[in-house]
């Protein structure tokens, strides 16, 4: 009878919690590595959000935990953007366009020779073939506000004088 009662909770229990974990995915940014998610905004023509970050900076964590977390970005991110995080200190090789070059190279080259320090957010515009750098921490409030700007500026919609 404890056998019958297990299996009849078991049959109940599992479709919620493969419920539970695909709600659980789709309210947590899938972030991909640049080499991968690069690749996919030229494919897509979808803007690349770029984040990058060093391990042992605050404010990145922060962001992380205040702003990347919140479902208000998740969902405008996941529509209009492909999330990359970016951490040029480590050692690896990154592809471009121009072939394999180093993180620290792949930094310079996105901040035109002027890494201004973590976080910064750099959006790619496939469309325009830009980069946007925007350093330092958002909120969610501001941080809504530039995506939305973002968006409006890859479509044509506005002309940017500051980020």
């Not at 972030?31 to 023509?45: M, T, V």
């Not at 394999?100 to 080259?109: M, P, T, V, Y």
Request: hydrophobic share 35%.
């Amino acid at each position: 009878m404890q056998f019958r009662n297990f299996i009849v909770c078991m049959v109940l229990i599992l479709p919620n919690l493969t419920f539970a974990q695909e709600v659980n995915n789709k309210t947590k940014l899938q972030w991909l590595d640049w080499n991968e998610g690069f690749l996919k905004s030229n494919n897509e023509q979808k803007i690349a959000l770029i984040d990058a970050y060093t391990e042992w900076c605050g404010w990145c964590k922060k962001m992380d935990r205040d702003t990347y977390a919140k479902t208000s970005v998740i969902d405008k991110i996941n529509e209009n953007f492909v999330p990359i995080k970016f951490n040029p200190e480590i050692k690896r090789t990154y592809k471009t366009s121009n072939g394999e070059i180093s993180g620290r190279q792949l930094l310079l080259q996105l901040s035109n020779n002027s890494p201004s320090g973590y976080p910064t957010t750099f959006f790619y515009l496939p469309s325009k073939n830009e980069i946007l750098p925007v350093p330092g921490y958002y909120g969610e409030k501001d941080f809504m506000n530039l995506l939305d700007k973002i968006v409006k500026y890859s479509r044509g919609e506005i002309e940017l004088i500051n980020n």
